[in-house]
């Protein structure tokens, strides 16, 4: 799993196995029962892979496993870092705040640059919600480097999962 793209703040993989996806899921879902590291819930051909609350700081990250049957026999699984739904929409709010923020600020800017009144508080109020919105960025870096160790365990025990079991990638 290479997560050296540093503008990605939602790794993604993707894999092929030779199992059909029934399999698999049905694997994830024993594990759940014999160990207490991970906590693991199934919708259809989703799986979610979480870290139990003792251990979750605000940034814990999860994983989403998508599991699809593959038309030429196997599956393939979809993966997807995140963090936790609901910082993820509080984030995303933040961040549409701002960007509409910043349009208002950037119209009021013009309307008065336009009609020749003075337009220097708007353009500020413009270029301070870009520095705000470098903040929210930066601020989910530090927030994905937070929960970096944390998305190691989480790929290592999927992994692990499909190791213990003879599952290797046909990738």
Not at 5 to 25: A, W
Not at 85 to 102: D, E, Q
Not at 132 to 138: C, E, K, M, N, R
């Amino acid at each position: 799993m290479s997560t050296t793209n540093d503008i990605v703040l939602r790794p993604r993989f993707k894999f092929h196995l030779k199992e059909n996806n029934t399999y698999i899921l049905d694997l994830f879902e024993d594990t759940e029962t014999t160990q207490k590291d991970f906590i693991i819930s199934r919708i259809d051909d989703h799986l979610f892979i979480k870290i139990p609350k003792a251990k979750q700081h605000y940034w814990s990250p999860q994983l989403h496993l998508e599991i699809n049957q593959n038309e030429n026999k196997g599956s393939i699984i979809y993966g997807l870092f995140g963090p936790n739904p609901t910082v993820w929409t509080m984030f995303m709010f933040f961040h549409f705040i701002v960007a509409g923020l910043f349009i208002g600020c950037g119209i009021w800017t013009y309307v008065n640059w336009s009609l020749g009144n003075s337009y220097a508080l708007q353009l500020f109020f413009a270029l301070f919600m870009i520095v705000i919105w470098l903040a929210l960025y930066f601020g989910g870096r530090l927030g994905k480097k937070t929960g970096m160790t944390q998305m190691h365990e989480l790929h290592h025990f999927m992994r692990d999962t499909l190791r213990t079991n003879g599952i290797h990638t046909e990738d």
